[in-house]
């Protein structure tokens, strides 16, 4: 019989006051986590993964062998990010299923129907929120989280090669607050599955979707099989670019830092050592999409 890891029942979540989105969104509970589906599930995607994206992934044994670990990402390929399911893949492929691993999400990505086929909450994906890091970190989980979120996935395609978390710290202070190192993953090849043309923050602003929604952005690009895509709301077909992952050595906070670090001083750490390792796979790429 296969062990399920149990958490403590998730806490409602705050959303802004008269947020549409709240009704929307289906309960995370972290024991829906069930290491025989994501067996099955990878077994069946994997095929597909390995040819439509030609993927690469390095440093899996820098990532702590045990215990609590915030990894950290940039994200990539709008609402239809392969980054993600990647690594899960990999990750799982490397430390086995049964090892406790969360991925933290945004609100609308768990909301939207198209997604719901994946069944992602087996797989560990939870919305994002200081309540469910707290309790997957209780577990001795692997979190992965995107600071930079709808910002970053919908940045122009060619800011390919660039780490915008748009200044949010929260994982720092989340990394710091359960004294759990930092683990950088940089990935590249996600932002060339479509042509992304602008995140469209002003319409956004416009049309009050932060309040409604928290969506800071609007985003307008080019994809199968819609052509002009506004929103990215149902997703789009990616083309099939190759996808490289490298995970980087941990950063244990402390160490580096000292008894007690400036937030500030390590996000631009975290954020400069990323962005050369990401600076670097930019390089090895000699064409788009081809890689």
């Not at 950290?72 to 993600?84: A, E, F």
């Not at 607050?177 to 090849?189: A, M």
Request: charged content about 20%.
């Amino acid at each position: 019989m296969t062990t399920r890891h149990v958490a403590e029942p998730s806490a409602p979540e705050s959303h802004p006051e008269g947020s549409d989105l709240r009704r929307l969104i289906p309960a995370s509970d972290l024991a829906e986590r069930d290491p025989g589906y994501i067996r099955t599930a990878l077994a069946a995607l994997w095929p597909l993964l390995r040819v439509w994206y030609r993927p690469r992934v390095r440093g899996l044994e820098n990532i702590p062998a045990e215990g609590p670990v915030l990894m950290v990402g940039n994200h990539s390929g709008g609402n239809v990010t392969p980054d993600t399911l990647i690594f899960t893949a990999a990750f799982c492929a490397f430390f086995g299923t049964q090892r406790p691993f969360y991925q933290l999400a945004h609100d609308l990505v768990m909301a939207v129907p198209q997604v719901k086929p994946l069944r992602l909450p087996k797989f560990g994906t939870v919305t994002a929120s200081p309540t469910h890091a707290e309790q997957a970190f209780r577990l001795g989980a692997a979190v992965l989280v995107y600071p930079g979120g709808d910002y970053e996935t919908h940045r122009p395609t060619w800011q390919s090669a660039k780490v915008d978390f748009a200044g949010r710290d929260g994982f720092v202070r989340l990394a710091l607050r359960h004294d759990v190192p930092i683990v950088p993953v940089v990935s590249i090849g996600g932002q060339e599955t479509a042509l992304f043309v602008t995140r469209g923050e002003r319409l956004a602003r416009l049309l009050a979707l932060d309040r409604a929604f928290r969506l800071k952005v609007l985003p307008i690009s080019v994809a199968l099989p819609w052509g002009l895509n506004v929103g990215d709301f149902l997703g789009h077909l990616p083309l099939p670019a190759k996808i490289s992952i490298e995970v980087l050595p941990p950063i244990r906070l402390r160490e580096v830092f000292g008894a007690d670090p400036d937030p500030g001083a390590v996000y631009q750490h975290v954020v400069a050592v990323m962005q050369g390792a990401l600076d670097t796979l930019a390089e090895q790429r000699h064409f788009p999409v081809l890689g």
